[in-house]
């Protein structure tokens, strides 16, 4: 595999117990369990790797003590350190706020290891009846008179209870009350350090450069590389590194005899003029055309040579070109009306291929430019940028005194100078920096001082190289010769807020990332460091080895755009980042793959989803915010199936390892694994098609069916050790093992009191009774007479069986559906033998499979989902009561809510409300009308009790532009043409229809003909001048009379028919014998002629 291509790999084992998980965190909430700071870069908590919440245990030692030493373990955050503003913490948007305002309220987010030593003694204390476990009301007293919870629901506290009493007990020990806070957060904290994970695709891409000198300087736009060389090349590459084109900066003039080789000194893009600035050796700032790099004009005669450059457009027309110089100065030239003053430029006389114009003339002969100078450094300017967000101009140098300097472009003015200066008339005042310097001053280009509120110094010891600054993160990094990589905020310069050591050589080049929040580095040794704005911890090292980078370092540029590095040596090199791929870019999803199930847990009324990825979501149903998440649920295998037991404290997984996994999916903690060690092929890894939870006679199990084409029963019981279980199934019924099915089970369904009911890939539908395990009756559906098959691979499946269990002791009535076979949906009796009442079609389009049906509380209205994404609502309240059906129920209402397979539906009662989970990796809800809600992952949350925060009457982008879902006409299906649609209402008053469409055909055959005319109607229509150029008409007519006309005949064409004969031998005719004439070469004469 490409090393381009392959796929990062994962850092941390597959925990057998507990997988990976990840709370939502918003930026404006700081939560831990040990500190009242959200947890960013200590080392997960130590976990016991396969208990349960009665199984971790703080023994050994001083409790108080191993509580501070994993306090101690926490470095401190940037919010932390000293000197750093407020908006260094990045805010969280407004769609969010109200996310995060929720998680702020709850009570888990409360504690702290303070208040959790106060719970430990409080926890003994309140234990009344001296059994070590409180109740829900001992606990509700408990956290109201120690956390301060007097304005808290008691839905919170009583929440709070439930997800921690997992096995519903009513009781709740410290033990397990520690274990779930420490759970919690231990995987809150490892899925945080995930989504920091960062990787480049290594060795890098490197190609051969055109260049012959070193490179400069390197910079993009809108995702194109452009360098450029001390000779004066420039070179375009692509994203992928690919050379574009390359133009010299020196005249094309042939007439323009060039004296001696320019020397580049810095460039910059001019890109709201189309133009490129070139800073040179001979104290020249040239401008040339980006698209032709034709030469535009040139400023001449500057003070010094202009080192580095930068250029900012500060208003519509308006713009600041900044140059540093070998003096240590900052120059800036101030530019009003820059169109204007470019052609004006352009106008003057050409010197050397190229308008000049001088400094002088450029600054005060125009009003619309001022040039400032300040003197900043003790040494050479090192890199210097115009940042317009803060109106300043940043700039380093080599001085340790000077070392980075923060100032503004203009000065700010000295009211009392300028009075003390007017009041004198004329007196020199002797202060530079209370006098105001006129255009017509000899001091105009002489450098000044900037008063001490005008700019910020900070002193680094061995200066500064190279810096980056962020306004969105409000941080500033530099870095020089010390291979220190120093954080400040831009607003204190008495000290750094961070030091980040880990390079070994001096620091080449910073950039800030702020939507990712990284810095990256990298020194003159050619090693790439990424380091987190946040946390102030290194995420990625790539040294030499890595990358593959040959040659010293030249010039390097990071491309947001493209989220590539671009290192510049002997070769041109690329260092992309590994991008988590984004699918439907345009299209909202829940997760990253295909979703298999989503359920309603209507105890916390959160919506649990799982996808083929082993990932499992927590939503939360009122806003679709995402609340929890955990991953590797089953390891890389796909989650295929998801229920809840009876209490809603728990959820089970079905997943195509084999094995049914029993969680806390409030912290992602797996209590118990349920596995057949032995299936009926030998190999033990069968896929889990299916499963439910059944409480029977005070008895709990679990039921699982999949490949393995047999019933798995596991006995759910108490867990008394605190271990981690795993689980075999029972011994298997008699009637499985004889009469079982003979095919993959695909789906069950349990209707109290003790039947189960289970389909198979054939077709297949058993009835079974739990109690005594027998076999209750088969259900078969014949095929019609001559039916074909519309599937490749038959579709003789039934996909789900779902109960009737209103009707569950009507014995006359039907009371189990299933969807198919062959995309019908089947209701059957399933006594008395069991037989069919009625079928019908799902779906009126063609080759259609019902995946997924759904029933209301009250088993009146029937959902059904198939493979093409529609969702149809059917009204069956008093189908196949008594008697065989022979036509479908009522159709409600049908729309199309995904466009690909419907793998789920979740209808909620409560508020008459409809889960659909589907392929194209999404989950939405919808009202029982078909009104869209919304997508659980979308930027903006609903309100489920608000109908103006829906996204109804607008429907789902994919679904809006699939060709399936345009609406039905028969003349998009092709039975009518457009000459019937217009003549709709003639057909409608005629009273002889074929005499009508005997007429239309007429019509239709005579458009078709070829267009020809005479002289009688040419003349006819000049007449009646029916047109408004009568005589263009006319002519045209007439050239179409006389074209040559091709009449075809039939048969074989002209040159088919032509006849084609032998050529007859002729004699080949002597040549004749020349003689040349030697005095004349043109003169000669044959030798019959020569010799008469």
Not at 265 to 289: A, L, P, S, V
Not at 431 to 438: A, F, K, V
Not at 708 to 718: A, G
Not at 994 to 1021: G, K, P, S
């Amino acid at each position: 595999m490409s090393p381009v291509t392959e796929s990062i790999p994962s850092r941390r084992p597959i925990r057998p117990s507990s997988a990976s998980a990840n709370l939502q965190t918003h930026g404006c909430y700081k939560s831990g369990l040990f500190d009242n700071k959200r947890p960013t870069t200590a080392a997960p908590v130590e976990r016991p790797k396969t208990g349960v919440p009665k199984a971790h245990h703080w023994r050994g030692g001083s409790e108080t003590a191993e509580i501070e030493k994993i306090k101690l373990q926490r470095r401190p955050t940037l919010s932390t350190l000293e000197g750093l503003d407020e908006s260094a913490v990045p805010k969280s948007n407004t769609s969010n706020a109200s996310a995060g305002d929720l998680l702020k309220s709850k009570i888990e987010e409360k504690i702290n290891i303070d208040t959790l030593e106060l719970l430990k003694q409080a926890f003994q204390e309140a234990d009344e009846d001296g059994s070590g476990e409180l109740d829900l009301d001992e606990f509700k007293i408990l956290l109201k008179s120690k956390l301060n919870l007097s304005g808290t629901k008691d839905q919170q506290i009583d929440a709070l209870f439930y997800k921690i009493d997992w096995s519903s007990d009513g009781n709740i020990t410290w033990d397990e009350f520690c274990t779930y806070m420490q759970l919690e957060y231990a995987e809150k904290e490892d899925s945080y350090q995930r989504s920091k994970d960062v990787m480049f695709h290594l060795p890098a891409k490197t190609e051969n450069m055109p260049h012959r000198d070193a490179i400069l300087k390197i910079t993009d736009t809108d995702g194109t590389f452009i360098a450029c060389s001390q000779d004066g090349i420039v070179s375009f590459w692509d994203h992928n590194l690919r050379l574009k084109r390359t133009r010299t900066v020196v005249p094309n003039d042939a007439n323009v005899k060039v004296m001696k080789q320019k020397w580049i000194t810095d460039f910059c893009i001019m890109t709201q003029y189309n133009k490129i600035i070139i800073g040179t050796g001979d104290r020249e700032i040239e401008f040339f055309e980006l698209s032709s790099f034709e030469p535009y004009c040139q400023i001449s005669l500057l003070e010094t040579v202009p080192l580095h450059m930068d250029f900012c457009a500060t208003g519509p027309d308006e713009c600041l070109i900044v140059y540093g110089d070998t003096n240590g100065c900052i120059n800036i030239l101030v530019i009003r009306a820059a169109g204007e003053c470019l052609r004006t430029w352009k106008k003057k006389p050409k010197q050397n291929g190229i308008a000049t114009i001088s400094l002088n003339d450029a600054a005060r002969g125009n009003s619309n430019v001022d040039f400032i100078c300040w003197k900043v450094h003790s040494d050479w300017v090192q890199e210097l940028r115009y940042y317009h967000d803060i109106r300043q101009v940043v700039s380093c140098s080599n001085s340790t005194n000077t070392a980075i300097v923060l100032g503004c472009t203009t000065g700010s003015t000295n009211v009392e100078g300028s009075l003390r200066e007017i009041k004198e008339q004329g007196q020199p005042n002797k202060s530079d920096q209370t006098r105001l310097i006129r255009k017509e001053d000899a001091s105009y280009f002489s450098p000044r001082q900037r008063l001490e509120s005008d700019q910020s110094v900070f002193k680094v010891y061995k200066g500064v190289k190279t810096f980056a600054f962020s306004k969105a993160k409000n941080v500033m990094m530099t870095g020089g010769m010390d291979r220190i990589v120093r954080m400040w905020n831009p607003y204190v310069s008495n000290k750094p807020v961070a030091l980040l050591r880990g390079h070994n050589a001096p620091i080449f080049y910073l950039f800030i990332a702020p939507d990712e929040g990284r810095v990256f580095s990298i020194s003159t040794d050619k090693c790439v460091k990424i380091w987190d704005i946040q946390d102030q911890n290194c995420l990625l090292t790539v040294r030499p080895k890595g990358h593959k980078i040959r040659g010293d370092l030249q010039a390097c540029h990071y491309s947001h755009y493209n989220k590539s590095l671009a290192v510049a040596t002997d070769q041109m090199a690329l260092l992309s980042l590994k991008l988590k791929p984004v699918l439907h870019a345009d299209i909202v999803i829940t997760h990253k793959e295909p979703v298999t199930s989503a359920k309603y847990n209507g105890a916390f009324r959160q919506v649990l989803t799982c996808s083929e990825g082993s990932i499992v979501k927590l939503w939360d149903f009122e806003t679709g915010n995402s609340v929890f998440d955990f991953g590797e649920a089953h390891g890389d295998a796909a989650i295929t199936c998801l229920d809840f037991d009876t209490t809603g404290r728990r959820c089970l997984t079905g997943g195509r390892d084999g094995a049914i996994k029993v969680w806390n999916y409030n912290n992602g903690h797996c209590l118990m694994t349920l596995r057949n060690p032995s299936s009926s092929r030998g190999e033990g890894n069968d896929e889990i098609c299916g499963l439910t939870y059944v409480e029977m006679n005070k008895n709990r199990y679990v039921v699982g069916v999949g490949w393995d084409r047999c019933i798995n029963i596991y006995t759910d019981e108490p867990n008394d050790t605190g271990l981690h279980q795993l689980v075999d199934p029972q011994e298997r019924w008699e009637d499985d093992k004889r009469s079982g099915h003979k095919e993959d089970i695909l789906s069950i369904a349990f209707c109290p009191p003790n039947l189960l009911a289970t389909s198979s890939y054939d077709g297949e539908v058993i009835i079974w009774n739990m109690v005594s395990g027998h076999i209750f009756c088969h259900l078969w559906s014949p095929a019609d007479p001559g039916y074909v098959s519309a599937s490749l691979d038959g579709d003789g499946t039934v996909n789900q069986t779902v109960f009737m269990k209103t009707r569950a002791y009507n014995k006359d009535a039907a009371s189990l559906i299933s969807s198919g076979p062959r995309g019908y949906i089947h209701f059957w009796n399933v006594f008395q033998g069991g037989h069919l009442l009625a079928k019908f079609k799902g779906s009126k389009h063609p080759g259609v499979m019902i995946t997924t049906l759904v029933l209301n509380g009250g088993d009146q209205i029937l959902y059904s989902g198939d493979n093409f994404g529609f969702v149809h609502c059917w009204n069956v309240s008093t189908y196949a009561l008594c008697e065989r059906e022979t036509t479908p129920p009522e159709l409600i209402t049908t729309w199309r809510a995904h466009v690909e397979i419907i793998n789920s539906l979740d209808f909620i009662d409560e508020y008459k409300l409809l889960i659909t989970a589907s392929n194209d990796c999404s989950v939405r809800l919808w009202n029982k009308d078909g009104d869209y809600i919304g997508t659980f992952g979308q930027p903006e949350p609903w309100d489920i009790h608000n109908k103006n925060t829906w996204q109804h009457p607008m429907a789902p982008f994919d679904v809006l532009v699939d060709p399936m879902s345009m609406p039905e006409h028969d003349i998009i299906k092709g039975k009518i043409n457009m000459q019937q649609v217009v003549h709709e209402d003639s057909v409608n008053n005629s009273d002889d229809e074929e005499e009508y469409q005997r007429e239309v055909q007429a019509r239709l055959n005579l458009a078709r003909q070829t267009f020809h005319v005479d002289d009688d109607t040419i003349a006819q229509q000049l007449r009646e001048k029916t047109f408004s150029a009568p005589r263009k008409v006319g002519k045209r007519l007439r050239h179409e009379k006389l074209r040559h006309t091709v009449t075809d005949r039939g048969g074989p064409s002209e040159y088919q028919m032509l006849r084609c004969y032998d050529l007859a031998t002729c004699p080949q005719p002597a040549p004749p014998q020349l003689k040349v004439n030697k005095n004349n070469p043109f003169d000669f004469y044959s030798a019959e002629d020569v010799g008469a």
